[in-house]
């Protein structure tokens, strides 16, 4: 892991391709939403991922309702990301492709595959970042670990929490 982002903080300038075309810039809002959810996935590989992505679009009302849109981001190349998210019936915008430096640029946690089953290339382990109408990192998540990643119902209503009563941007005073 190359840094730590720290909540407050802007998101690095990034962009990846996003499936059915264009690109994705992590942390601008792609709809009629002011606030913004990335959610870092590992990719087709892992079915932790896929019940979470699942998961993802089940709560994604929620996430609207707090004024709250959500984009999913793998390193998967075109290919893959389309049919897992196919399969899935992910109507969120999902972007391909990340690189190993974008995953350091985001503090993420980067694996390599343990067989050329999972996949054949690095990944990064799961992470989400809620970048509010400031373009400030509101809150952060990173694990190295398939099994840790936030309630998404859970995380709807605390940034509905949050937006409903100007609670303000915690864990400033990171080191």
């Given at each position: 892991m190359a840094s730590k982002l720290k909540s407050g903080k802007r998101l690095p300038e990034i962009s990846v391709a996003r499936l059915?075309?264009?690109?994705?810039?992590?942390?601008?809002?792609?709809?009629?939403?002011d606030w913004q959810m990335v959610v870092i996935y590992r990719g087709k590989h892992c079915p932790i991922c896929k019940?979470?992505?699942?998961?993802?679009e089940r709560t994604a009302p929620e996430?609207?309702?707090a004024g709250v849109g959500i984009v999913a981001v793998s390193s998967d190349p075109e290919d893959r990301a389309r049919s897992f998210t196919d399969e899935?019936?992910?109507?969120?915008?999902?972007?391909y492709g990340l690189t190993v430096e974008q995953m350091q640029?985001?503090?993420?946690?980067?694996?390599?595959?343990?067989?050329?089953?999972?996949?054949?290339?690095?990944?990064?382990?799961?992470?989400v970042f809620v970048i509010n109408a400031d373009g400030l990192l509101q809150v952060v998540d990173v694990s190295n670990a398939p099994f840790a990643?936030?309630?998404?119902?859970?995380?709807?209503?605390?940034?509905?929490?949050?937006?409903e009563n100007d609670y303000p941007i915690r864990g400033r005073m990171a080191a």
């Open positions: 059915g075309g264009g690109d994705l810039t992590l942390g601008k809002p792609v709809d009629d939403h019940t979470y992505l699942a998961e993802l996430f609207a309702k899935i019936g992910v109507t969120v915008p999902v972007g640029m985001l503090g993420l946690y980067v694996s390599e595959p343990r067989s050329e089953k999972e996949t054949d290339r690095p990944f990064a382990e799961p992470g990643r936030p309630d998404l119902a859970g995380l709807a209503k605390g940034l509905k929490f949050i937006r």
